[in-house]
């Protein structure tokens, strides 16, 4: 069974710092590109940052604040959150693009991610 599992959300004050892993389980993450997302309460779910063969990808509005790796060799994709705003409130979820899509691209469309963890919450608040 596939499975991906988020963890290291928790309550941050504003600049702070946290990083999330995502571990996967019954499939082996190199093999695929791995997306972050987020959602706030009452908004839609958004991409924030992307992992692929040809290096990574950020939205606009992390962009220099998070950064994405992978460790191969503990079937983990991590994503360190600093400078952390209270616009960065959300429910962050991990996702596994599908097998159909080229590996050396990134993507931050949700139709084309097929399995998704549970997600971890952040909330950022003095």
């Known amino acids: 069974q596939l499975q991906l599992v988020e963890s290291g959300g928790g309550l941050v004050q504003p600049g702070g710092s946290l990083r999330l892993s995502c571990v996967a389980s019954?499939?082996?993450?190199?093999?695929?590109?791995i997306g972050w997302f987020r959602q706030a309460p009452g908004k839609e779910r958004e991409g924030v940052s992307c992992?692929?063969?040809?290096?990574?990808a950020y939205a606009d509005a992390v962009k220099g604040r998070f950064t994405i790796s992978r460790d191969n060799a503990k079937n983990t994709v991590t994503l360190e959150i600093h400078s952390l705003k209270a616009s960065d409130t959300a429910v962050y979820y991990c996702?596994?693009?599908?097998?159909?899509?080229?590996?050396?691209?990134?993507?931050?469309?949700?139709?084309?991610?097929?399995?998704w963890g549970q997600g971890t919450l952040v909330t950022v608040s003095s």
């Open positions: 996702a596994t693009i599908g097998d159909w899509f080229p590996r050396d691209r990134c993507s931050f469309t949700l139709a084309h991610y097929t399995t």
């Open positions: 019954g499939f082996t993450l190199d093999s695929y590109v």
């Open positions: 992992i692929a063969d040809n290096g990574s």
